[in-house]
């Protein structure tokens, strides 16, 4: 399968992934923002929640896929810029993305 | 029915928002990541982000976030309909409900978030 096929097939199963997560992280967003937000309200939540490790980690994991791939679509179309430079920055901004949001996950998940 | 040309400029107008939003929610991640992160410091460490956090140009871009969250989500649920699934309504209507049910996600959060 050519690169082109597998980063559409990426995209789109990421972002099948993502709609659902999104869709709650929405909802949980206007829920625990009323009356303003506090660390013991968020860790409360997710601390030691296998649940919500499971969750944020397939979160983080999708987000780190879709991400480059659109931005790399939208560096193409917008501004030209392709080549195997353009593509080892998105690698890298993906990677980046993994790292910090699996740190997140640990840090407010406890796991 | 729409003439096919107004069908498209909304179409374009849907995928420049889908792009656009994609765009700016890539560059915040890194930073929200980085915030939820300070957890690890301890529970007054994220506490005191959220503090500072609560302040009106935070809650505006706050809201932003949100609605740009809700337009992308909205947005690429039209791609993956029109790309996956045999689906030949009203694509202009779709287009209309996403952006009046992504506004009305920013209010509800801007409402949830002021009370």
Redesign the interface.
């Known amino acids: 399968m050519q690169a082109a096929a597998l980063l559409f097939l990426a995209q789109?199963a990421s972002?099948?992934v993502?709609?659902p997560l999104?869709?709650v992280?929405?909802g949980l967003?206007?829920?625990a923002?009323?009356?303003?937000?506090?660390?013991?309200e968020?860790?409360g939540r997710t601390q030691g929640s296998a649940g919500w490790t499971l969750f944020y980690g397939l979160f983080?994991v999708a987000?780190a896929v879709h991400?480059p791939i659109?931005?790399r679509?939208?560096l193409r179309?917008?501004l030209g810029l392709k080549g195997l430079g353009v593509n080892l920055v998105l690698v890298g901004?993906g990677a980046?993305?993994l790292l910090?949001?699996l740190?997140?996950v640990?840090?407010?998940t406890g796991i | 029915m729409l003439p096919a040309n107004s069908q498209r400029h909304a179409g374009r107008y849907a995928a420049f928002a889908h792009r656009l939003s994609g765009v700016l929610l890539a560059v915040f991640l890194p930073f929200h990541f980085l915030a939820l992160g300070l957890a690890i410091e301890g529970e007054a460490r994220l506490d005191s982000f959220l503090a500072w956090s609560d302040q009106p140009l935070v809650k505006i871009a706050e809201w932003g976030l949100v609605t740009l969250l809700s337009v992308h989500l909205l947005a690429g649920l039209r791609v993956l309909t029109l790309e996956f699934l045999p689906w030949r309504g009203p694509r202009k209507a779709w287009i209309a409900v996403g952006a009046i049910v992504a506004a009305l996600t920013g209010i509800l959060f801007f409402v949830s978030a002021s009370a």
């Open positions: 789109r972002a099948l993502l709609a999104v869709l992280h929405l967003a206007i829920y923002i009323h009356g303003g937000l506090t660390a013991a968020i860790l983080v987000a991400a659109g931005l679509n939208v179309e917008w901004f980046v993305l910090l949001g740190r997140a640990a840090a407010v």
